[in-house]
């Protein structure tokens, strides 16, 4: 069984940062893009962030590019999402998932992920 854990949300001021992290577990980490997706109150599940298997390949919602980056390392078998400049409109629940096959590179679709993990809070005050 793939576990993915995520950590790192919080409650941040509007214009702050904040990382989060999804500590993975289960077969094979480093062969699978991994994803950031978020949900808000309300509104279905939207994609955040993509990362391919190296990490040399990245792609963002056009919402949050330039202001978050995501990143992974490998040997931790983590993957982390660096949000900065946060707004009250990231307020959701982000959540991480893993690519369905290891021929995915990185997509923005949700379909093309199996495994979740269970979600972390992230609210933005203004």
């Known amino acids: 069984q793939v576990q993915l854990v995520e950590s790192g949300g919080g409650l941040v001021q509007a214009g702050g940062s904040l990382r989060l992290s999804c500590a993975a577990s289960g077969r094979t980490f480093s062969s699978y893009a991994m994803g950031w997706f978020r949900q808000a109150p309300g509104k279905e599940r939207e994609f955040v962030a993509a990362?391919?298997?190296?990490?040399?390949?990245?792609a963002y919602a056009g919402s949050v590019k330039g202001r978050f980056t995501i990143s992974r390392d490998n040997a931790k078998n983590t993957v982390y999402l660096q949000m900065n400049s946060l707004k009250p409109e990231d307020t959701a629940v982000y959540y991480c998932?893993?690519?369905?096959?290891?021929?995915?590179?990185?997509?923005?679709?949700?379909?093309?992920?199996?495994?979740w993990g269970q979600g972390t809070q992230v609210t933005v005050s203004s």
């Open positions: 998932a893993r690519a369905i096959s290891t021929l995915y590179t990185g997509s923005r679709r949700q379909d093309a992920y199996d495994y």
């Open positions: 990362v391919n298997w190296s990490g040399s390949n990245t």
